[in-house]
C-alpha cells in the first residue's frame, strides 16, 4: 500500500523560511511525478509545485523564486523549501504521488505565516 507522510509544517513570520519533507514508502517513488499541492480556508485546493521522474521542475506564478522543491529517489523522498514566505502561503500543504492511472495523496500539514 502507498503511503505518503508529510512533515515540516509550522507557524512561522512572515519572510521566514520553512522545508516541508513527504517520505513515501514502497520501491515505485523514483517511476512518480512528485507534486506540492495547498489548500487555503475557502479556497480550492491548487497545484505549488511538482518534479518528474525526470526531474523536470514546474512551479505555480505566485511562488516562483520563493519555493523549490526537490527529490531524493534514494530516501523515497521529496521536499519543499519555502523561502521568503507571506501570509497569503497560509495553507494546509499535500504531498502528491502520480503516474499512469494511480494518485495518492498525504495527509497534509499545516503551514500558517503570521507576525
Known amino acids: 500500500q502507498v503511503q505518503l507522510v508529510e512533515s515540516g509544517g509550522g507557524l512561522v513570520q512572515p519572510g521566514g523560511s520553512l522545508r516541508l519533507s513527504c517520505a513515501a514508502s514502497g520501491s515505485w517513488f523514483s517511476r512518480y511525478t512528485m507534486a506540492w499541492y495547498r489548500q487555503a480556508p475557502g479556497k480550492q485546493r491548487e497545484l505549488v509545485a511538482a518534479v518528474t521522474s525526470g526531474s523536470t521542475t514546474n512551479y505555480a506564478d505566485s511562488v516562483k523564486g520563493r519555493f523549490a522543491i526537490s527529490r531524493d529517489n534514494a530516501k523515497s523522498t521529496v521536499y519543499l523549501q519555502m523561502n521568503s514566505l507571506k501570509t497569503e502561503d497560509t495553507a494546509v500543504y499535500y504531498c502528491?504521488?502520480?503516474?499512469?492511472?494511480?494518485?495518492?495523496w498525504g495527509q497534509g500539514t499545516q503551514v500558517t505565516v503570521s507576525s
Open positions: 502528491n504521488a502520480a503516474y499512469s492511472m494511480r494518485n495518492y
